[in-house]
């Protein structure tokens, strides 16, 4: 339960502001290639994130609820927004920031699962309504990512 009130908050907030960064039609005022280098940047921004974390001691102590869920809220609006924009999950702008709050690893990373499930989904039914769909594109993506869950969740317990 400790865990079920920030991940609302981050899941609430990242499912609006994606419907904002996608519904918003922001990506049709950007040019491509910002889109892409913007992409490019926060991808290379997630990959240096994750070596530096990887040396970092899992953290002993947690934020207090109400600093956790104000910050939570911010982190999930700023990773709704770019992931509406982008079509990411947000989960590595999230998961980061959790730990920094106090989540110890696997704890982040199951937090991270479920919040990217809203943000991701908003992002989603936006490109539906948009008629923007690959419809064999997206049928293979669930298929590898139903099997991929399941080899990763089998490995990590």
Avoid at 41 to 54: D, F, G, N, P, Q
């Amino acid at each position: 339960m400790i865990y079920a009130i920030v991940a609302i908050i981050i899941a609430a907030a990242s499912f609006i502001f994606a419907m904002l960064g996608l519904g918003g039609h922001d990506e049709h005022h950007v040019p491509v290639q910002t889109l892409k280098i913007l992409f490019a940047a926060m991808v290379v921004a997630a990959a240096l994130r994750t070596l530096w974390a990887s040396r970092q001691a899992e953290p002993e102590t947690m934020m207090p609820l109400k600093k956790r869920s104000i910050i939570g809220f911010f982190t999930g609006s700023f990773a709704g927004f770019i992931g509406g924009m982008l079509g990411l999950g947000g989960g590595f702008i999230i998961a980061p920031i959790l730990m920094m709050m106090g989540y110890k690893t696997k704890e982040a990373a199951a937090t991270t699962a479920l919040v990217v499930t809203f943000s991701s989904f908003s992002g989603y039914f936006g490109h539906v309504a948009q008629g923007e769909m690959n419809w064999p594109l997206t049928i293979a993506v669930v298929i590898a990512m139903i099997i991929g869950s399941q080899l990763g969740g089998r490995y990590m317990t």
